[in-house]
């Protein structure tokens, strides 16, 4: 500009160059002034909007996209100031190259600094306020992995308490512990997804926070929160390696409950089938079996409605049993009874016997009480019995062929001696008497109450002797009759009463004194 300008020209540039570029200098640097007052109030007004962000109630994506926007502000600023400290040093060095020529400014120098240096406050600034939004956000976005780590925690913890058992919560069993491996199966596999997920996610924001620029990245309070991301993927691989064990336990109880559950099924429809034959024994015998099958599957799994269910079953299947078992014992009880009945009027007390205590077993089958009807015909039977005994002689008894061939003679005998006195051959057929007598007396000495002889031998005495045998007849029930009313030897006045039956049944007041001692045995 000198060697260009006039004589004039040189001596004004000597006297007043320097205050003209001075002037020049700041005029230049006041816009740029003007630009760093407003990079100044959006980066105060950029920190409040950070300052004053509130991510509790958004959406993750939403929050992190709000973190981001004010991040961008504080980025752009940055950009801005850069722009301005670019062209500050072009006036540096411009200030410079004046002062290498001779027209160097203290005051200028000393304006160019202090611009630089609050460029310089401002450029940190941003940077500070940048890594701020980048922490915080970080801070953020940890918290929720953080919370969703404890969640899925929390989760296995509450697989695992439904596997290893609950206190009761059915008043009927106030001292139970209930088991849900059902349950804890969902559970598990909920939080062994989750935490495999947060793994993943753990990694990303892990590899988010290290991928910025080395002032975000190195800076303290972004690197913290990647190294507290690195114990928090640490603490959700624990949780993982705990999850795998219960969830393949949980899973084998499980199946040994659909198991138990299963054959107890099977085993109550094999009740029903055997309780439509009328196998009873079967039939109850499957449905304890039903009922033990399903408590083993409630005692592995606790499952309400099946244990409100089945023994709702059980009971109405159990019941069905005894009622169909009742009315065949019923039945069966009366048909025995009727047979009884009809053996007992034919005599036949020992086959009567046989019926009722048939009957009587047929019925303990279902009744803890006795059937009335059916002891009293018991008593009955079993009292004709014992006036019965020894008034016949068994077919098994050591003796009866020899004593059934002394009461054949005695008939004989007796048969051929009242032939003979009918046709007026009396001493003959004494004769004949006696030898009958003999062999009922004979059978006597063993079996003194043998019906046929006691009856043969008074059959006897009325052919030789009438009036003997009306004084003999008449005493021998005068003697039933005192120890009827006296309750003396019921059993010897009932035998001594029917074999004078058998003789005479329509001598006056035999058959009453028969009912009497028939009612007191």
């Not at 109880?253 to 055997?274: C, G, I, L, V």
């Not at 799994?301 to 014992?329: C, G, H, M, W, Y």
């Not at 062999?439 to 008074?458: M, Y």
Request: charged content about 25%; cysteine-free.
């Amino acid at each position: 500009l000198a060697d260009r300008s006039t004589a004039f020209g040189k001596t004004v540039l000597a006297t007043r160059g320097v205050r003209w570029l001075d002037l020049g200098h700041a005029i230049d640097s006041l816009g740029t002034w003007t630009a760093l007052a407003g990079l100044q109030a959006a980066l105060d007004a950029g920190e409040l909007n950070l300052l004053g962000f509130d991510p509790g109630a958004l959406e993750r994506g939403v929050a992190l996209a709000g973190f981001s926007q004010r991040r961008q502000a504080f980025s752009a600023g940055l950009g801005s100031l850069e722009t301005l400290r670019a062209r500050s040093a072009e006036r540096a060095a411009a200030l410079s190259e004046r002062t290498r020529s001779g027209f160097g400014s203290d005051a200028a120098t000393a304006l160019q600094g202090e611009l630089d240096g609050w460029i310089g406050v401002a450029y940190d600034r941003a940077r500070d306020l940048e890594t701020l939004a980048v922490a915080t956000a970080a801070s953020y976005e940890y918290g929720l992995l953080e919370a969703a780590v404890a969640a899925a925690g929390e989760l296995a913890a509450q697989g695992r308490s439904f596997l290893e058992g609950l206190p009761s919560d059915d008043p009927a069993l106030p001292e139970a512990t209930f088991h849900y491996p059902g349950k804890a199966i969902a559970a598990l596999g909920s939080a062994d997804a989750s935490l495999k997920a947060l793994v993943r996610d753990i990694a990303a924001f892990q590899s988010t926070y290290r991928a910025g620029p080395a002032y975000l990245s190195g800076a303290d309070s972004v690197a913290s929160w990647v190294q507290r991301a690195a114990a928090l993927a640490a603490n959700a691989g624990e949780f993982i390696a705990q999850v795998a064990p219960l969830a393949t336990e949980a899973r084998q109880r499980k199946q040994q409950a659909d198991a138990a559950r299963q054959e107890a099924e099977r085993r109550m429809t094999e009740a029903a089938a055997a309780l439509k034959k009328a196998d009873f024994d079967t039939a109850r015998a499957r449905l304890e079996d039903a009922g033990r099958r399903f408590l083993a599957s409630l005692e592995l799994e606790q499952d309400p409605a099946l244990r409100r269910d089945a023994d709702r079953r059980l009971q109405e299947l159990a019941a069905s049993i005894v009622k169909a078992q009742n009315d065949l014992v019923v039945a069966r009880t009366r048909q025995l009874l009727t047979q009884s009945k009809d053996l007992y009027s034919r005599g036949l007390f020992d086959q009567a016997e046989s019926s009722l205590l048939q009957a009587r077993s047929v019925w303990s089958a279902t009744n803890a009480t006795a059937e009335s009807e059916v002891e009293y015909w018991l008593k009955l039977v079993q009292t004709a019995l014992t006036v019965k005994s020894g008034r016949d002689i068994p077919a098994t008894a050591p003796l009866y062929p020899e004593m059934s061939q002394l009461l054949s003679l005695a008939r004989t005998y007796y048969e051929e001696g009242a032939a003979l006195i009918a046709r007026k051959e009396v001493s003959a057929g004494v004769a004949r008497l006696i030898l009958a007598q003999q062999k009922v007396d004979e059978v006597k000495v063993v079996f003194p109450l043998n019906q046929e002889a006691r009856v043969l031998e008074l059959r006897i005495l009325k052919v030789r002797d009438q009036d003997q045998f009306n004084r003999r007849f008449a005493d021998s029930f005068l003697a039933a009759k005192a120890q009827v009313e006296s309750n003396l030897s019921l059993a010897e006045a009932y035998s001594s009463l029917k074999d004078l039956e058998s003789i005479n049944p329509s001598y006056r007041g035999l058959r009453e004194l028969i009912v009497t001692v028939e009612i007191k045995l």
